[in-house]
């Protein structure tokens, strides 16, 4: 199934059941201050959990544009390093709003994955708050779960905020054995996370509103919000190790290729030494091309420009970073427009916005792209003098760091992200 399949499916699946269907918001959220951008399907009804507003419907399904990389849910570090996270993704989720509670939720989703997906039961895990004894008792009983196959888990990972305020409550989520040898799976085995089990779907039980003091309050009806990751379900149903290597992702892979003439080798996702292995430092930054460029695109269709601060400073961020990521493939000139313009290809289709926006997306992107080439192969220049000089293991001084940054207009994440290939930190501190 490909990606525009799955997602058509995913829709149509909980239209059957009662949903609308809702476009996505922007990734610039409209009317929440606490937000600098979408990061999850239920942002855009976080006053109908609150009770705060009435709609004509008490069911929705979206597929949402999200956007981890700033406040409670950042990914930026992992991208390009692991199988599986991106700063923008499409996050799949089917709602109540004081409609149904925990077994439909987990009645649809398990109709969904294994008659649907026809996902393998014997490859499915499923984990639950280490209070929620009822949401067990409904996986056993409703989707009949084996009991070893649940794992109760504490609040870091099965209890779902959306920030340090606003609505949130227990979750449960659904996990896929992805590895080559199934019938050594066990729970020591998916308690290890080594990578063989991958989360894909998150069940979350609204039940609170948490105030700023940490106070959580019953809402006025329990409600459910759950999100899938589009990206890992392609990746599990087109049979790949990493979302990389889905359709939704390979085609600026494959760009990166062509433009540089490097093959794109994917094997390992255990981190590696980036100075001691070239081809594994190439890997990295096509597949840091593969999501910035989705994430630029995305964001200056929905009215970003490249700036010195708040959401502005983030894509001008991403576009820089991008621009580094570049020099390791071997590309002097501007390159990331160019993958813009096949995100905007592959993914026109379902977001006109991205089509509207052509023109516009190429011109700034070229234009930020353009203004940072000088000083980003001077400020690299400067950034291996100074390294040299330090002793072994010392962090790059705060000052340097810090001319990086005013004259050269690498932004701290960037001369961070270069670091990591010569083993090195910041001095944060200095910096500051
Ligand atoms: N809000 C939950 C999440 O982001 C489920 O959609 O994981």
Known sequence: MQGTELRSAYLEFFRSKGHQVVSSSPLVPQNDPTLLFSNAGMNQFKDLFLGAEKRSYSRATTCQKCLRISGKHNDLENVGVTARHHTFFEMLGNFSFGDYFKADAITF?????????????????????????????????????????????????NFWAMGDT??????SEIHYY????????????????????????NLVFMQYDRSPDGTLTPLPKPSVDTGMGLERMASILQGKKANYDSDLLRPVISLCEELSGFRYDGGSYVPRDLRADPAYARDVAMRVAADHSRATAFLV??????????????????????????????????????????VIREMGGHYGELTAARETIEKVVLAEERKFQETLDSGLALLSREVEKLAPSAPLPGAVAFLLHDTYGFPLDLTEDALKGYGRAVDHEGFR
């Open 178 to 201: 992805i590895g080559n040898e199934p019938h050594t799976q066990s729970k020591e085995g998916f308690l290890r996370d080594d990578g063989s089990y991958l989360e894909f779907w």
């Open 166 to 171: 606003g609505p949130c409550g227990p979750c």
């Open 109 to 157: 989703a398990w109709e969904l994955v294994t008659t649907v997906f026809k996902l393998p039961e014997d490859r499915l895990w499923v984990t639950v708050y280490e209070k929620d004894d009822e949401a067990e008792e409904l996986w056993v009983k409703l989707a009949g779960v084996k009991r070893e196959r649940i794992i109760r888990l504490g609040e870091a990972d």
């Open 301 to 342: 269709a929905d009215g970003v420009r490249p700036g010195s601060d708040g959401r502005g400073y983030v894509l001008r961020r991403l576009i820089r970073r991008a621009a580094r990521h570049g020099r390791v493939l071997g590309f002097t000139e501007p390159f990331l427009y160019e993958a813009c313009d096949t």
